[in-house]
């Protein structure tokens, strides 16, 4: 797995406590195992010490409440004027993700592409420091916040079990 080396938004990062407002006691675990008393929006925070504390809720919690922590940093994202649909929203994932990441000239941040296959098929290349359940339910969160759900294949090889990246097809239909 590559190294990262960057920060990391605290804003973005407290999407994991709105993701798991029901579970206080497990909030208040991962951020003392990571030495934090609180996330402060304003702040920024080793790229790492984010990396770690996504992959504590998946080990500590399961994948299913890591995926709904990436639903919800859709869920409260500032869209700018443009995005309104699926398409859109999964084309700006790569610009949030620098929005929400930073490093000096050289480092490795990661990076997030996205190919359209047809009207409503995408792949999506996640090479990142995060779990890909996060990936995912940023993907769905798109997708949800869109009047849609996403339908994620994971292909072979996964960053969680090492690889350098994970890449997704997903097609999207229209809940109505």
Same mark, same amino acid.
């Given at each position: 797995?590559?190294?990262?080396?960057?920060?990391?938004?605290?804003?973005a990062?407290?999407?994991?406590? +709105?993701?798991?407002?029901?579970?206080?006691?497990?909030?208040?675990?991962?951020?003392?195992?990571?030495?934090?008393?609180?996330?402060?929006?304003?702040? =920024?925070?080793?790229?790492?010490?984010?990396?770690? $504390?996504?992959?504590?809720?998946?080990?500590? $919690?399961g994948?299913?409440?890591?995926?709904?922590?990436?639903?919800?940093?859709?869920?409260?994202?500032?869209?700018?004027?443009?995005? %309104?649909?699926?398409?859109? /929203?999964?084309?700006?994932?790569?610009?949030?993700?620098?929005?929400?990441?930073? !490093? +000096? %000239?050289?480092?490795?941040?990661? *990076?997030?592409?996205?190919?359209?296959?047809?009207? *409503?098929?995408?792949?999506?290349?996640?090479?990142?420091?995060f779990?890909?359940?996060?990936?995912? !339910?940023?993907?769905?969160?798109?997708?949800?916040?869109?009047?849609?759900?996403a339908?994620?294949?994971?292909?072979?090889?996964?960053?969680?079990?090492g690889?350098? /990246?994970?890449?997704?097809?997903?097609? =999207?239909?229209?809940?109505?």
């Amino acid at each position: 797995m590559p190294t990262y080396e960057g920060e990391y938004s605290g804003a973005a990062l407290q999407s994991f406590i +709105r993701g798991l407002k029901q579970s206080p006691q497990i909030i208040t675990a991962i951020l003392r195992k990571h030495g934090i008393d609180q996330i402060d929006p304003n702040a =920024w925070y080793k790229l790492e010490t984010a990396r770690a $504390i996504y992959a504590d809720i998946g080990k500590m $919690i399961g994948n299913a409440s890591l995926s709904a922590v990436g639903v919800e940093i859709i869920n409260s994202a500032v869209f700018p004027p443009g995005i %309104n649909d699926v398409k859109s /929203a999964l084309e700006s994932i790569q610009p949030a993700y620098e929005m929400n990441v930073r !490093g +000096r %000239n050289g480092s490795n941040l990661g *990076r997030i592409t996205c190919e359209f296959l047809g009207k *409503r098929r995408a792949r999506m290349t996640f090479s990142t420091p995060f779990p890909c359940a996060l990936d995912q !339910g940023i993907i769905q969160g798109c997708a949800k916040r869109f009047g849609a759900t996403a339908l994620i294949v994971h292909s072979p090889g996964c960053r969680d079990q090492g690889a350098e /990246a994970c890449t997704y097809t997903v097609d =999207w239909l229209a809940s109505h």
